[in-house]
T-cell receptor, first 112, second 113 residues
Framework: KAGVTQTPRYLIKTRGQQVTLSCSPI?????VSWYQQTPGQGLQFLFE???????NKGNFPGRFSGRQFSNSRSEMNVSTLELGDSALYLC???????????FGDGTRLSIL | GESVGLHLPTLSVQEGDNSIINCAYS??????FIWYKQESGKGPQFIID?????DKRQGQRVTVLLNKTVKHLSLQIAATQPGDSAVYFC????????????FGKGTRLSVIA
């Protein structure tokens, strides 16, 4: 069974640009969550989508947005990039409820 | 809300010894807990989970213990191997599993051959 796939693996952008990251969940998983991982803050929750609806949202500015498609694939978008947005962005999918989230290997975003 | 903390940021053990990684959570409404292992350059990998109606759960070479009285969670790895070297995270989820996971900061386990 294929795992969670995130593309691209690496991205380099400059301040002020925008970026879109993609996540393909495990087949059959309808819940997709996004996290930002940095050395200082650890894993911080961005948002979760379930059946194309945002179900939960973390404490991030409106520059961070996401969406989920009918096939459960998800994208997240960051606009007006700042240096502090440099991080590993992780996507996780699950069946929901008391089922574990399974993570992809992330997209490493570097802002110059 | 929930906050999750780990007692030690780093842990070194001899190959073959048992490892114990600890975690504390704050929200008594948390009822689902997960341990993850993250190796360099990879995303967190699911190890084992436990619901609050259990005190102990065992997997292959791993055991998770849950003490709801003191809000404490531990991961025990038996016969630690070099391949176990990684960062380990615990995560807590309150209120029936449809709320976000809250992660601790992680413990880096180093196995000495």
């Amino acid at each position: 069974k294929a795992g969670v796939t995130q593309t691209p693996r690496y991205l380099i952008k400059t301040r002020g640009q925008q970026v879109t990251l993609s996540c393909s969940p495990i087949s059959g998983h309808r819940s997709v969550s996004w996290y930002q991982q940095t050395p200082g803050q650890g894993l911080q929750f961005l948002f979760e989508y379930f059946s194309e609806t945002q179900r939960n949202k973390g404490n991030f500015p409106g520059r961070f947005s996401g969406r989920q498609f009918s096939n459960s694939r998800s994208e997240m978008n960051v606009s007006t990039l700042e240096l502090g947005d440099s991080a590993l962005y992780l996507c996780a999918s699950s069946l929901g409820g008391y089922q574990p989230q399974h993570f992809g290997d992330g997209t490493r975003l570097s802002i110059l | 809300g929930e906050s999750v903390g780990l007692h030690l940021p780093t842990l070194s053990v001899q190959e073959g010894d048992n490892s114990i990684i600890n975690c504390a959570y704050s929200n008594s409404a948390s009822d689902y807990f997960i341990w993850y292992k993250q190796e360099s350059g990879k995303g967190p990998q699911f190890i084992i989970d436990i619901r609050s109606n259990m005190d102990k759960r065992q997997g292959q070479r791993v055991t998770v213990l849950l003490n709801k009285t003191v809000k404490h969670l531990s991961l025990q790895i038996a016969a630690t191997q070099p391949g176990d070297s990684a960062v380990y995270f615990c995560a807590a989820q309150p209120n029936s599993g449809n709320t976000p996971l809250v992660f601790g900061k992680g413990t880096r386990l180093s196995v000495i051959a």
